[in-house]
Structures are given as C-alpha cells and as structure tokens.
C-alpha cells in the first residue's frame, strides 16, 4: 500500500519561511513526477510546483522566485521550500506523484492528506 504524508505545515509571519515534506512510503518500484498542489477557503486546488524524476522543475507563476520544489530519489521524498511567504499562500498544501507500486505494471495517481500554510499579515 503506498502512501504520501507531508510534514511541516505551520503559522508564520509574512515573509518568513517554511519547508514542507512529503514522504512515499509502501512497495514502491519507481516515482515519475512529484507536485505540490494546494487549496485555500472557497478556491479550487491549484498546481504550485512540479518535479520530474531528472528534478526539472515548473512553478506557479504566483510563486517563481520565492518557492523552490526539490526531491531526493533514494528516499522517496520532495520537499518545498518557502521563502518570502505571504498572506495570500495561506491554504493546505496537498503532495501529489506518479507511483508504480511492485504490485503493478502501470503508474497511478496519489494524493497525501494535506498539511496547513497559515500566513499572518
């Protein structure tokens, strides 16, 4: 059974920082790409970054320069650091990848529960 959990959600002041993690676990045989998404009150979940397993990267116009999404193959972790945070990235971020399992011959679709990111202005 394979399972995505993040860590490091939290309260923090504007333009401060925050890393988020998020861990795959189970019988896994291999991760393609690896994405944060997120969702705040009464909006759709949008894609904040993505990773692809060489580690090339795409962001979300509203975070470039300020967010950077990194992954560490041998562990089966992405992370997303946060930096210059403001009020308006306040929501729950979900962890999401593209994961064959030993059991499979194909990719599937996993999302981990979702960790709050609460910005104070």
């Known amino acids: 059974q394979v399972q995505l959990v993040e860590s490091g959600g939290g309260l923090v002041q504007a333009g401060g920082s925050l890393r988020l993690s998020c861990a795959a676990s189970?019988?896994?045989?291999?991760?393609?790409?690896m994405r944060w998404y997120r969702q705040a009150p009464g909006k759709q979940r949008e894609l904040v970054a993505s990773?692809?397993?060489?580690?090339?990267?795409n962001y979300a116009d509203s975070v470039k320069g300020r967010f950077t999404v990194s992954r560490d193959n041998t562990k089966n972790t992405v992370d997303l650091q946060m930096n210059n945070l403001k009020p308006e990235d306040t929501a729950v971020y979900y962890c999401?990848?593209?994961?064959?399992?030993?059991?499979?011959?194909?990719?599937?679709?996993?999302w981990g529960q979702g960790t709050q990111v609460t910005v104070s202005s």
């Open positions: 999401n990848a593209d994961i064959r399992p030993f059991s499979r011959n194909f990719y599937s679709n996993y």
């Open positions: 990773i692809t397993r060489s580690s090339s990267t």
């Open positions: 189970g019988s896994i045989l291999s991760i393609n790409t």
